[in-house]
């Protein structure tokens, strides 16, 4: 469980910003299950979700992928060379098996320059590590002292701790590494370069979806249909078949059987239809571990009420028993109003970005601006009141089209 991400000096983000996902009315609960981030193109919506990513992927693969001569593969604000030239900073607090974490490092272009890991078993701050460049320093709980220094030693400039202890199965580290690696799930991401934007782009994977069919009850299938269902009320059934091309390294292959008796491949069927499939493996497993989902431009196929619909499943005690999250980027002014009558995003749970006159990436939250329960906050947020919304100007617009078409002409 995600409690918050703050993040520093990371693309179009120069001075550090924090992603709360603290309860704002109801104290009793740990996090919010839901969290929306809403802006402009280009204002960084993305690139506070790339550091998300960045950070997992540091986690995961410092140790075992950044060669010794390579650096840190960080990427500053560039619009200012003294800010491009600071070290970065990535932070995270969460949750695992009811204990709380706090776990960040700081970076250069060249080297870790700081790392730490907190734990709260008590409500009280334990130090787990903390480190300074090469130096290490170990709380006075931690086991096995010797084998942790003897890593410290032999941990590259470029490395981070947390990876090399992992990597050597050190107890207070694994858990840690596990919530980066399994329980924090970035849909359709691999970099902000490599990446697929758009939870409706998504490849659908055969062996991921046909697995879920094959291996679950009879009642799981059938609720994974009636899921298909949402995004395809013509959809009757889903077949799974032994894949018997031997040039695709897929073993199992999806047909989805519509009213009509005709089977199709996922990749005949609509961008929404083929991104909710394409979503289904990492929804149910996340959903299935009480991880947290990262989607970029959630809009980008799903029709409001399919978005609707998602967020409903994980603000449902009976669909998310385990707490598991959604955190997105959207455009989709809608779901910030009711949809079919009932509330699909709460005040609390949606956040704005907007660039300042310097270019760098402000993120804020809908609750700074104190809205009464029944606001019409869509309304609000497409009229500018809460800022990060696009300046469009339509003279500017016509004159645009009216220069372009008198250059064609001409």
């Not at 130090?127 to 032999?154: Q, Y």
């Not at 046909?210 to 009879?218: D, I, M, P, Q, Y």
């Not at 009509?260 to 991104?275: F, H, K, Q, Y």
């Amino acid at each position: 469980m995600l409690r918050s991400f703050r993040v520093g000096n990371h693309r179009s983000i120069k001075d550090e910003v924090e992603l709360l996902l603290l309860p704002v009315y109801d104290k009793d609960r740990l996090a919010l299950n839901v969290a929306a981030i809403y802006g402009a193109n280009a204002a960084g919506k993305s690139n506070l979700l790339d550091a998300v990513w960045f950070m997992r992927e540091a986690v995961l693969r410092s140790h075992s992928h950044w060669g010794p001569d390579a650096g840190v593969p960080r990427r500053p604000f560039s619009l200012d060379p003294t800010v491009a030239a600071r070290e970065s900073i990535f932070v995270a607090e969460f949750v695992i098996d009811s204990v709380r974490y706090t776990y960040g490092f700081t970076v250069d272009n060249e080297v870790v320059r700081e790392e730490w890991l907190y734990t709260y078993p008590e409500k009280r701050r334990r130090v787990m590590f903390e480190r300074e460049l090469n130096h290490v320093r170990f709380g006075s709980t931690v086991a096995d002292r010797r084998k942790n220094e003897l890593l410290a030693r032999m941990m590259r400039p470029n490395s981070l701790f947390l990876s090399v202890a992992a990597a050597s199965n050190v107890d207070t580290a694994v858990p840690i590494y596990r919530w980066f690696s399994r329980d924090l799930i970035l849909h359709n991401w691999h970099g902000f370069f490599g990446r697929q934007v758009g939870a409706g782009r998504a490849f659908v994977n055969h062996e991921e979806v046909g697995k879920l069919f094959v291996e679950g009850s009879t009642a799981v299938r059938s609720a994974l249909i009636d899921l298909v269902r949402a995004a395809d009320l013509g959809i009757t059934d889903v077949v799974v078949e032994a894949n018997k091309d031997k040039y695709t390294l897929s073993k199992l292959t999806v047909k989805l059987i519509h009213d009509d008796g005709v089977a199709l491949d996922p990749e005949d069927e609509s961008a929404g239809t083929r991104g909710w499939l394409g979503l289904l493996p990492e929804l149910i497993s996340c959903l299935s571990s009480g991880g947290v989902l990262v989607i970029d431009e959630i809009d980008a196929s799903f029709h409001p009420l399919l978005t609707a619909r998602l967020i409903a499943l994980f603000r449902d005690t009976e669909t998310n028993p385990r707490g598991a999250q959604l955190l997105f980027s959207t455009h989709d002014a809608s779901l910030l109003s009711p949809v079919l009558g009932e509330e699909v995003l709460r005040r609390e749970e949606v956040w704005f970005v907007q660039k300042g006159t310097d270019g760098a990436t402000e993120l804020y939250p809908l609750s700074d601006f104190r809205p009464r329960k029944g606001e019409n906050t869509e309304r609000r947020y497409l009229g500018g009141s809460y800022g990060a919304a696009p300046s469009l100007f339509a003279e500017r617009f016509a004159d645009a089209v009216r220069a372009g078409l008198l250059d064609e002409s001409a």
